[in-house]
Structure formats: C-alpha cells, structure tokens
C-alpha cells in the first residue's frame, strides 16, 4: 500500500517535505538497508522524487542528513548538564536500533564525505565530554574512550545489519547488554 501524496503547498511546504522525508528514510533505510530506492523514500514521505532531489541530491546527502538529525538530538541531552554518559548510550541505543541500515555508512576509515566527517567528529566530541567529567561518566571505567564506545557501537551495528529482521530485536538487546558489561567497572 503506498502512501497518499500530499497537496502541492509550493515552497511554503519546503519544510514539512524535508522533515517528512527525514522521516521515511530513517523508516526505509531501517527497513530495507541503504541500498534501498530513493522512490521509495519519496513514495512512504508522500512527496513527488522531484521534492526529494531539491532537498538532497544523492543517497549521501540525505544519510548524512538523518545522521545530522540524529547527532543534533544526542548534543541537546549532553546539553543539558545534568545528563550522563550512561544516557547518551541509551539514546545512541535507541537510534541504532531504529536506524540498523544507517549505521554501516558511518565507518570513520573510509569517509571521504566532509560531512560524514563532521557528523563523526561530533559523535566523538559527544562521547569525550561525557567521558571527562566523572559525575557524567557513571558506571563506565576511566580506561574506556570515546573511540571505545564508537567501535563497540559500529560492531553492534554490524552485526544488526546480518541479523534476521525477527530475531534483530532480541539480538540487540543481549549484544548491547553484553557491550555495557564490558564497558562498566
């Protein structure tokens, strides 16, 4: 069943659009991994692929976009200078889980897009300003990086990407027990 397109609002519905297809490329992307088709994307936010390429011209600009979005929502919980790192991690939890086919594109190695490479630097920032405070740090030991927690999230990934849909949920929830154990004193 596909999704009923919108009224065409012109420009004034620019914003909705993006935000729309932010939306459905986060919930296609999950779904159906980064190889899935952009129509796809424009057909779940119900908007023409015209709309689609206005806002983001290629499949990186509108991964990059999600993973801005998603970096954007971890910097306002450290913002608030009560959160802990133990926090940040539920929320990364929260957003790989929902977003498992997004994850294989952040491998710091092999990114050649400027703005991958700032959503990365960002996601370290994150993790190292947690990590230097110890009323943030919580339960996690003082030998663990921020590198650490980046690498035990992108194998985590990985991992969710070759697992069965049915069994992802299960899986996710042993392995990330597992990692956090390995992470705490």
Known sequence: MSTPRRANRGPAA?????????AAARTTFA???LDAPLSLVARTAGV?????????PNREAIIVAVFEENIGQLED?????????????DQ????????????????????????????????HALLATELADDTHRGSIRADVTAGDIFLAVGML???????????RARVAQRSWALLLRALRH
């Open 157 to 167: 990934g990985a991992l969710l990407n070759k697992t069965p849909e049915a069994e």
């Open 48 to 56: 023409g692929q015209g709309s689609l390429y206005r806002h983001f």
């Open 92 to 123: 990364i939890y929260t957003q790989l889980t929902g977003a498992v086919g997004l994850f294989e594109f952040l491998q710091p190695a092999d990114s050649s897009d400027p703005r991958l490479s700032a959503v990365i630097t960002r996601m």
């Open 31 to 33: 779904e159906h991994g």
């Open 14 to 22: 620019a914003a909705d659009n993006r935000a729309a297809l932010l």
């Open 77 to 89: 919980l450290v913002a608030n200078h009560e959160s802990t790192l133990d926090e940040l991690l």
